[in-house]
């Protein structure tokens, strides 16, 4: 048995459309949706409404951790675009996700990154792609249980939960073979990005679940630059599957 694994497509509609090939299954941990690109300010929801100049800027702010002067440029700028925030932005979300969902193969197991919006999903999910929070699927003899969304941070991104109800869906899993979800176990070298030089929130329910029930893998995305790319917390492989977009490549599982 082969499965692929993203995470973090962020708009890579035409590398996704080949991240199945060679294998049985794909899996996506999420944010397939691209607000903007730290790597190339003029990609993403954001350059396209505001210009490359406020993106530049945004990027400055957030990376500076100034992130009440960014929510104040952004509110400066959505009053000057004089357009109803809430309908721009869904339906630049709604372009990137007709063409995110036509290329995933089937069959595909996805959950949500906390970009994502997953109220949208039912609108563009077809046969084949099964979307999965909180959830459990068998593919070849192994278990695999999927979480999520992100926690709360300061960043405000869609789909943050408190640390109460992510910890309620990891405990719905029960124990599983292979641990999928969007963001890493709370563990410093998995959670701190070495580009952005800040630790992101990882889950410590994830953690507690990884020492608990010692799956054979937990996979995982959301840090773009990590620190490290893969460790072993007891028995269990942990996999950061990779930055997606700027990557191409799947990571592969196979047994």
């Not at 459309?17 to 903007?36: E, M, T, Y």
Request: hydrophobic letters at 40%; proline letters at 5%; glycine letters at 8%.
């Amino acid at each position: 048995m082969r499965v692929h694994v993203v995470s973090d497509v962020h708009g890579n509609a035409d590398d996704l459309a080949r991240a199945g090939n060679g294998a049985d299954a794909l899996i996506c941990l999420g944010d397939l949706v691209l607000f903007l690109d730290y790597a190339d300010h003029s990609r993403g929801i954001f350059p396209d409404l505001f210009g490359v100049e406020n993106a530049d800027r945004l990027v400055e702010l957030r990376t500076a951790r100034r992130f009440d002067e960014a929510r104040d440029l952004g509110r400066r700028l959505w009053a000057e675009l004089d357009v109803d925030r809430e309908t721009a932005i869904e339906a630049a979300v709604r372009r990137q996700y007709a063409e995110l969902f036509a290329a995933f193969p089937t069959p595909t197991y996805a959950t949500y990154g906390n970009v994502d919006i997953p109220r949208f999903w039912p609108d563009f999910a077809r046969p084949g792609t099964t979307v999965l929070d909180g959830e459990r699927i068998e593919l070849g003899g192994l278990v695999f249980g999927f979480v999520g969304g992100g926690l709360r941070t300061p960043m405000r991104t869609p789909y943050e939960i408190s640390d109460e109800e992510y910890a309620a869906k990891v405990e719905a899993l029960g124990d599983v073979d292979v641990l999928c979800s969007h963001i890493p176990p709370d563990v410093p070298e998995l959670t701190y990005d070495t580009v952005a030089r800040r630790f992101e929130r990882g889950s410590r329910a994830l953690l507690d679940a990884v020492r608990r029930t010692r799956p054979r893998y937990a996979l995982f995305g959301h840090v773009h630059q990590p620190l490290a790319r893969r460790m072993r917390i007891g028995s269990t492989e942990c996999v950061n599957v990779g930055h997606f977009a700027s990557t191409g490549t799947p990571y592969a599982l196979e047994w």
